[in-house]
């Protein structure tokens, strides 16, 4: 079995690779629901994570 504090860190993981990216990105479900949003995103958008998670992405963003 593994330590604790690896499973930990595993679980953040993507989180932490989220948050590093230097660019503006988002997650979202196959069903088109935002599940992550990093922090270049919230400047890019002026919207913060919380304000954006659960909701649809072609409800909140338009492709130009």
């Known amino acids: 079995s593994r330590p604790p504090a690896l499973e930990t860190l595993d679980a953040l993981a993507p989180h932490l ?3 590093a990216f ?3 990105a988002c997650v979202v479900r196959n069903d ?3 599940v992550g949003l990093n922090f270049a995103a919230e400047q890019l958008l002026g919207w ?3 304000a954006c ?3 649809l992405s072609t409800s909140s963003f338009v492709v130009m």
């Open 48 to 50: 913060t994570q919380a």
């Open 53 to 55: 998670i659960g909701s």
């Open 22 to 24: 230097p660019r503006g």
């Open 32 to 34: 088109g629901v935002i």
């Open 17 to 19: 690779l989220l948050q």
